[in-house]
């Protein structure tokens, strides 16, 4: 059954992709795309066909991350995505290399993200990832008013000035009838390296709270390491390493998240929280 309204673009499936998955944020600065890419990784890690879509056209961070800045190739009118660690990816930063700024307005927003829908062949895939800017604008409306997203994950800080942004983001989806999967907190706590004591450099406990109070699940804590730094920067995502307590930490949340997806149109429930 359509769920479009009277004067609404048609929500047209993507040949082969069976389910989208929106990654978001209220605000910039919360590690979005860390979450996207090492929950990419971490799914295909798991055996899942996956594609990676980084729709962030202002700041497409997506192919540093994972090692990879090559031109794709073209097939008739069909882009050939880019593959790393099993992962299928497209972004502005494959197309507009180096330092130089996209500076557009909102049709030309439109038309690069149905390209990268559209236009690109994904193939067969069991979860497209796809990063949003942080926000809620016209790359955010474009997606979700002309593709069926299956849900979204929202991502923030424990921080209150993270939450408050992180709270519109909901909103954001539910308005538009997105199913929110649930609110991770990304830097939630540090491991002391000397001490081995936790540290909540950014407050503790917000993520889980704001989900309570909002009424949406929460999806886990994940650590502020080292290792995910060092593993964005050099284009080796930490979810590589599954043993690693931040790696481990993405594998439950790639668990948790399609656990959510499958539960998405089920009649609604008690809420409850996803643990390992």
């Known amino acids: 059954m359509s769920s479009n309204q009277p004067g609404q673009m048609p929500k047209l499936p993507i040949p082969g992709v069976k389910n989208l998955i929106a990654i ?61 660690f099993g992962v299928r990816l497209m972004s502005m930063g494959f197309l507009n290399p180096g330092d130089r700024p996209v500076i557009w307005r909102g049709p030309m927003l439109h038309s690069v993200i149905q390209q990268f829908l559209r236009n690109v062949d994904w193939g067969e895939l069991d979860y497209l990832i796809i990063d949003l800017p942080p926000g809620t604008g016209d790359v955010q409306l474009s997606l979700i008013q002309t593709a069926p997203i299956g849900g979204a994950i929202v991502v923030t800080t424990p921080s209150d000035v993270s939450l408050e942004d992180a709270r519109k983001a909901v909103h954001m989806f539910s308005q538009v009838k997105v199913p929110v ?39 886990g804590e994940l650590p502020l390491t080292a290792d995910v730094r060092v593993g964005g920067d050099t284009g080796r995502p930490v979810a590589l390493a599954e043993a690693s307590p931040a790696g481990a930490a993405f594998g439950t949340l790639a668990k948790n998240a399609i656990a959510r997806l499958a539960e998405a149109g089920a009649p609604a429930g008690p809420n409850i929280e996803i643990t390992d």
């Open 181 to 219: 999967l649930g609110i991770v907190e990304n830097m939630s706590y540090l491991d002391c390296p000397h001490c081995h004591e936790r540290i909540d450099v950014f407050s503790t406990g917000g993520g889980r709270r704001t989900a309570q109070e909002m009424g949406v699940y929460f999806l």
């Open 24 to 84: 978001g944020s209220g605000k910039g600065g919360v590690g979005k795309t860390t979450v996207a890419v090492n929950l990419a990784v971490a799914l295909a890690s798991q055996g899942h066909r996956t594609g990676l879509m980084d729709a962030d056209v202002y700041g497409p961070n997506v192919p540093l991350m994972m090692g990879i800045n090559r031109t794709p190739m073209a097939h008739g009118d069909r882009i050939q995505p880019l593959e790393q």
